[in-house]
């Protein structure tokens, strides 16, 4: 039996239970720095989500012909999935290093200025302009960003540090991860986004896997034995961040990487929430005023559907 087709709206709850996957993964991973180290936690997302991976791949192909159910052995679909998977890599151990510096959400919040950044990489390397409401909610979730990144009088040289600066290149690594994906997914060709998304999770996690994995091994071989008593929480982040990341990979595969990222935006709101009940974190006034235009800009790309 072949897999359903998706409705042309069914990227929207694909979005939004990946933004809440990867919230709770950027929770459990946040945890996991203080426990192992930064890079042996970022390790732990992929490493981890190879298992959940492989199952739902299996799945996927179990609802596939053999003629459609493999990728595409050309260069440019590896080109632009090894791009996605190496910006993402760097991506993730750049947010954990700005959460380490600052609150939980702001963390996350500096790695959105991804938002704009996808839209200018889209559109140049791939081609996609950005609708006109897609660039207005793309304005509107930014400038709720940079207001949620604002800091109190009393953090006021924060721009200074490190945190601003590790969290703007997340987010740029985000971005161009954001690219590769979708261009990998547009070289797959017609078929289902189910598939598209599949492969392309299981084969980016498998080469983050095992570049960063070897790095490890190489220069700091005492934190595997750290990742592996820690494989309860690390079993978790790994579930999460394979969940999210099939998320993000089959939206991708039905829509332009600027719409995703922006309705991705959710996942600040998610963020919010954990910041506020786990952590305990308090928020100030433009904080809560980035909220709700960040809000906004979620709302307007979700009205076009």
Do not use: D, H
Not at 106 to 119: A, I, R, W, Y
Not at 160 to 178: D, K, Q, R, T
Not at 257 to 281: I, N, P, Q
């Amino acid at each position: 039996m072949e897999l359903p087709a998706l409705a042309v709206w069914a990227w929207i709850p694909i979005v939004i239970w990946a933004a809440l996957a990867q919230t709770v993964r950027n929770a459990t991973q946040r945890t996991l720095v203080t426990e192992i180290g930064t890079l042996a936690a970022t390790l732990v997302r992929f490493l981890y989500g190879l298992p959940f991976a492989i199952v739902w791949l299996a799945l996927i192909c179990q609802r596939s012909t053999m003629a459609t159910a493999l990728p595409p052995a050309s260069l440019a679909y590896g080109a632009w999935l090894f791009l996605g998977a190496a910006a993402q890599l760097a991506a993730t151990a750049l947010l954990l290093l700005a959460m380490k510096q600052r609150n939980f959400i702001v963390g996350v919040t500096f790695s959105k200025t991804e938002v704009l950044q996808v839209g200018v990489l889209a559109a140049i390397m791939l081609g996609e302009l950005p609708s006109l409401a897609s660039a207005i909610a793309m304005a509107i979730g930014t400038l709720g960003v940079v207001l949620l990144s604002l800091p109190p009088k009393k953090e006021a040289g924060i721009w200074n540090g490190n945190a601003a600066w590790l969290g703007l290149g997340s987010g740029a690594c985000f971005a161009l991860s954001s690219v590769g994906y979708r261009g990998a997914a547009l070289e797959f060709g017609a078929a289902s986004a189910w598939l598209i998304g599949a492969w392309a999770v299981l084969l980016a996690q498998l080469a983050q896997s095992v570049l960063l994995g070897a790095w490890l091994a190489w220069r700091q071989p005492g934190s595997l034995a750290a990742i592996a008593r820690a494989w309860k929480l690390s079993a978790l982040a790994g579930m999460m961040g394979a969940l999210a990341s099939i998320g993000w990979l089959t939206a991708m595969a039905l829509r332009p990487a600027a719409e995703v990222r922006t309705l991705g935006l959710l996942e600040v709101l998610f963020s919010y929430l954990v910041s506020l009940r786990l952590f305990k974190e308090q928020l100030s006034g433009n904080e809560r005023a980035g909220l709700l235009l960040v809000g906004a800009g979620v709302l307007v790309v979700g009205a076009q559907w």
